[in-house]
């Protein structure tokens, strides 16, 4: 069951690139997106005024990768809202809000709650789910199945980088229906979004690189993860995928809002991951990693490969290759699975079944 792989986890991070090509390959016609199949009509996608995700824990974070993905592009709000809570609220939702859904196992209760609740608002909804035929698919208005297959590991990671990849489809279509994307740019963008197959790829081989890296981390009680934009979105997932197997505690923190608490905490004990592939934030996160070495910090580097670091920043470096910005997620969620998943090992935890958590939560 586990074709020669010590655990389910490792197993799922190698399928990844996999996963991504049969979810992203069967809804291309001539290059770009095609919902036909599903069901999915455009009209939904172009008439909505506003977009709210709702998720639980990994799920959610794929979310916050697309909100930071899809606001500045489609120029239109786009919130996320952590499931439980938002069942619970009165949101600002109505006919004209698209609702999507995330949820590998299509079963999380909060999440279906959630559901339920944008139904009775009257919000269109478009559930993106793993599990064929499982109550949030069959409840939803439209869906979009990712076909990641059978997750094994509690611990998600295929699971998270299909729903990432159908959450950027969806926004290329989007784009292009709303008039934000020429046929061309929405093209490129799919393109782009192809490259982070061979990246991840490229990651996996790169295994023992990021098995090295855990020495830095197996001994301590914390670590933190940094990162600004859609960096910091991923820090979100790097947090909780360490968490949640190594128990180790982690945190993930906004590289600009260190300075506002978060700081006190770090000494020469605490190591730092800080994501660093965007560009346009580039040199702001750079300065907040200048504050955590003068603390002592012990700083992970991860960048893309051509960036240039001034000798001294970091103590420890992962490149990933060189893809567009916007796609850097699918790599660096390869490196942050392996962090997660060589600590747990190196700690010599039961890391497809970690304690006090279930694969699908089906009770508040
Ligand atoms: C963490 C993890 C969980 C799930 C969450 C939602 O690795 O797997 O945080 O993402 O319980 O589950 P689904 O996606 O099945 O709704």
């Known amino acids: 069951m586990k074709n020669g792989f010590p655990h389910f986890m490792l197993k799922e991070i190698h399928e990844q690139p996999e996963a991504l090509k049969n979810t992203i390959l069967p809804r291309l016609v001539k290059g770009l997106p095609d919902f036909g199949d599903d069901g999915i009509p455009d009209t939904v996608l172009k008439q909505c005024r506003q977009v709210h995700i709702v998720a639980c824990g990994t ?7 697309a909100r930071a993905l899809m606001e500045p592009l489609l120029r239109i709000p786009v919130m996320v809202s952590i499931a439980s809570e938002f069942r619970y609220e009165e ?22 709650a959630a559901l339920r609740l944008a139904k009775a608002f009257g919000a269109s909804t478009l559930s993106v ?11 939803s208005d439209y869906v979009f199945y990712t076909h990641a297959g059978p997750e094994i ?12 990849a159908a959450l950027y489809m969806v926004c290329c279509r989007m784009a292009l229906v709303r008039g934000n994307y020429s046929h061309e740019e929405a093209e490129d963008f799919i393109k782009k979004l192809l490259d982070a197959i061979p990246a991840m790829e490229a990651m996996i081989e790169k295994r023992d690189e990021v098995k090295a890296l855990v020495t830095h981390l197996i001994n301590k009680p914390d670590a933190f993860f940094i990162g600004r ?3 910091y979105a991923f820090s979100l997932e790097g947090a909780l995928k360490l968490k949640e197997i190594s128990y180790i505690h982690a945190e ?53 490969e051509r960036t240039k670091v001034e000798p001294g920043i970091a103590d420890a470096q992962v490149s990933i290759p060189e893809i567009g910005d ?38 508040e």
């Not at 799920?59 to 990768?65: F, I, L, R």
């Not at 789910?129 to 409840?139: F, H, L, Y």
């Open 229 to 231: 934009g859609l960096d």
């Open 252 to 304: 993930a923190c906004a590289a600009g809002e260190l300075k506002h608490g978060t700081i006190a905490l770090i000494t020469d004990q605490v190591p730092v991951i800080a994501i660093a592939t965007q560009e346009k934030v580039f040199s702001k996160t750079i300065s907040n990693i200048r504050e955590v070495k003068a603390r002592g910090g012990f700083v992970i580097l991860l960048t893309k």
């Open 91 to 112: 949101p600002l939702i109505d006919d004209k809000t698209l609702v999507i859904i995330i949820s590998q196992s299509g079963e999380t209760i909060d999440t279906l």
């Open 129 to 139: 789910v793993n599990v064929k035929g499982s109550t949030i698919a069959r409840e």
């Open 59 to 65: 799920a959610m974070h794929a979310g916050m990768v």
């Open 326 to 363: 916007k796609f850097t997620v699918f790599p660096i969620a390869v490196v942050l699975q392996l962090i997660a998943y060589y600590a747990s090992v190196g700690k010599d935890l039961d890391v497809d079944q970690p304690r006090n958590l279930a694969k699908s939560v089906t009770v």
């Open 153 to 164: 590991a509690v611990a998600s990671t295929k699971a998270y980088s299909v729903q990432l």
